[in-house]
Every structure is written in structure tokens, then in C-alpha cells.
């Protein structure tokens, strides 16, 4: 797997050329049974108080199955299932407003769409201290013994990961570790090398139930901050799974 996602905390690339861990992407999505997408007009989301009128001033695109409204903060795309929002680095410090806001007002306003689950989710890429080799961090970090009678040991070209699933801030957290190949740039955007590192998907997923649906889900978006806190914990732990002699 290749990926070339533009990071959202850029690193150094002459002092860090590959960056122990960058976050690469953000988002919020709400999933609805089916979404009116007529509803979705530029006045109505204005008039609504969901968006701004410069939120709405960009290059928007507004057709039959789809609403997608990029601003400076972050991108609202609406799909038929789905609302979803992906933040840009300059939208992270106030994502949990941005999302009370736009995902809270139009649950607010639309109380009767069958919501079905909320996600909250955070893509890291997780490279090896500076100076080491990429499969032999990546064998020592995720290859259990029941592996290791499959995969020989001299096999260089051998590739690890791993899953797990846990319960936290009344949420259920999915984290998917895969190793991939990621094209390295510098802050301006300029393409520098490719590289392998760890692409760390994590999902805190809520499951919205019939009664108490909206309640349950203003409370979980605002609940962003600890789970941004929590998935950057994640990540520092799992940094320091080991460490090659």
C-alpha cells in the first residue's frame, strides 16, 4: 500500500527525515439511514445557522447525491448515509466547536433522520527511531511467535501489523496497524523520498440508539478533545513497544 496523505503536523526533514509520528488525517462522520440531500442548499445551511456565509463563498459543489463544501478550517461533504467532516490543520484547534456546530445543528434541526452511528477517527503514520531499519522494528513491534512459525526469520521482505479494539470515554475504539509506503514531503508540500511506516487508523465509534439518539450524539461530539488526547496516547505507546539494539 502506497500513500502520499499531506500531513496535518508536518515534520522537519532536515532535522527528522522520517517523523516517529505525524498525523495525517481527521475526521468526523455521522450515518444516517438516508439523508434528504435536496434540504442541503446553501441558504438553508446558512439561514440554519449551520454554516457561514464565508464558509459558503469557496468553490462548493451542490448536486443531486452530493454536497461538498470546502473552507480554510476544514472540508463538509454530504452524501446520501452520511455527514462528514475532515479537518485541516488550522481547523484542529477548534474542531469541537466545528463539529457541535455543524454536525450538532443539522441533527438539531433534522431530529427525525435515522442516525445511526457516529465515528470519530484519527490516521497517524508512526515511523522507527531515526537510524533504524524499517522491517526489523516492524518485526520486533508485531510479529507474535504463532507468525514467526510461518515467516522465516532471515526473510527481510517480511511486513507486520496488528489490531486491537477497546472500550474508552463511552466509546468503542478500533485501532488498525499497517505497514505502507508513504511519500515523504516538506512543509511547502514539495515531494522529498518514499518511505515505510506504520499507518495507524484509529475508529472511536458510537453506536446512536432509537431513544436518546440526539442527545447521545451532541454528547459524544463533544468529546473530541479527549479522544484527540487519547489516540495521541495510543500512538506515543505504541512507540515505545520496542526499541532495536
Known sequence: MTTNAAPLVAANPQTQPTPR???????????ANELNLS???PSWLQNAGILTEQELSGQIVITPGLAQIPTDLFELVIIPNRVQITFRPAGLVTARAILTRI????????????YQALGINYQY????????????????????PAVCTIVQADDTKARFGAYFSLDALGMRVKVDLKPVVAQLNDPQGRRLAETELINAALNYHTQLPDADRLPMLLSTLAKWDEAFQHAATI???IQGWATVK
Not at 454536525?103 to 435515522?114: K, V
Request: aromatic share 8%; net charge neutral.
Open 103 to 114: 454536525i450538532g445543528g443539522i441533527a438539531t434541526t433534522l431530529p427525525h433522520t435515522p
Open 235 to 237: 500512538i506515543q505507546s
Open 125 to 144: 503514520h508512526i515511523g522507527p527511531p531515526q537510524g533504524t531499519e524499517f522491517g526489523r522494528w516492524d518485526r520486533q513491534l508485531f510479529a507474535l
Open 39 to 41: 434540504i442541503f442548499k
Open 21 to 31: 509520528h505525524v498525523l495525517v488525517d481527521s475526521n468526523a462522520v455521522l450515518v
